[in-house]
């Protein structure tokens, strides 16, 4: 398990948030973060919650697999290389899916119900890119297990941070050789799973691309959050001219 600190947090805004954002529509609040292993999901997290707190908003940043105590737990069954007995496929998809319904149920429904935002670092369309793409899982199985869990509720936006499997490896043994970390289950797998896991990305975008905003993480750091920062500012003055919409007598 990667022992980075982004287990589910609460960080409250540097302004209070607006009685009116409070009483907004859910629609627009929940974003996530997505793309292959080492790609700088776990740097832009930070960055998109920073953002958003700079426009006044009260912010959940969570994770998946994870986001509460009990999926916490499965996330360390999911991704601990330990045990000798090997993890079934349809083991893993389900694990991936009970821990979403409480991730859902104990941090993400009650963030949105009381006004705030949320930024998580993976959802579903992981699980249709590693499970379904990497596993080569059937995607009708993984949208039986979206409906049942998700009881219609989607990202509003979605980030895919994307670019060359090669490179993003890099990346990653260049923080581990500096991190002393090792790798997880999932990230033992092969370079072909890794790529089989961003056509899979490719795929969900391709499919809904109002959701998705794609960045292109090749880039310096500092580009990659220029990017990222134009998408934010457009998706939150939208969501404030819904807002002034909503209140009008
Ligand atoms: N745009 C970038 N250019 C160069 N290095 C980056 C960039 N974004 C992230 N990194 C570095 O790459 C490594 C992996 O980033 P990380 O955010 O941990 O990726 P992920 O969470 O997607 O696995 C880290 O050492 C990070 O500092
Ligand atoms: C949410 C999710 C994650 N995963 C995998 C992707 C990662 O290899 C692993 C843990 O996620 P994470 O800690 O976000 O990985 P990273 O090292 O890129 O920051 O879980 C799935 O296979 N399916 C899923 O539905």
């Known amino acids: 398990m990667s022992s980075r600190p982004s287990a589910s947090s609460t960080t409250s805004s540097r302004h209070a948030a607006s009685a009116a954002a409070t009483q907004a529509s859910p629609a627009g609040r929940f974003i996530t973060l997505e793309g292959g292993e080492g790609v700088g999901k776990s740097t832009n997290v930070a960055f998109v919650v920073a953002e958003l707190e700079a426009h006044g908003l009260e912010v959940v940043r969570t994770r998946e697999p994870g986001g509460s105590e009990r999926a916490e737990a499965i996330r360390q069954l999911l991704l601990d290389p330990a045990p000798a007995e090997s993890l079934s496929d349809d083991a893993e998809l389900l694990l991936m899916f009970a821990a979403r319904a409480q991730h859902l149920a104990a941090t ?11 930024v998580c670092d993976r959802f579903t369309d992981a699980t249709f890119a590693y499970q379904g793409g990497g596993r080569n899982l059937p995607l009708a199985d993984i949208s039986a297990l979206e409906s049942l869990v998700q009881k219609g509720l989607q990202p509003d936006l979605t980030l895919l941070l994307d670019m060359p499997v090669e490179a993003a490896r890099g990346r990653l043994a260049a923080r581990r050789a ?16 890794f790529e089989a896991v961003r056509v899979g ?49």
């Open 178 to 193: 500096e991190t002393g970390e090792g790798a997880d289950r999932i990230e033992q797998e092969a370079e072909q799973f």
């Open 108 to 118: 993400i429904r009650p963030a949105l119900a009381r006004g705030a935002w949320v």
């Open 201 to 249: 990305y490719h795929m969900r975008r391709d499919a809904d691309p109002e959701r998705f905003a794609t960045i292109d993480a090749g880039q310096s750091l500092e580009a990659v959050q220029a990017d990222i920062a134009a998408v934010l500012a457009a998706r939150v003055a939208a969501w404030q001219a819904n807002t002034a919409t909503d209140e009008q007598p």
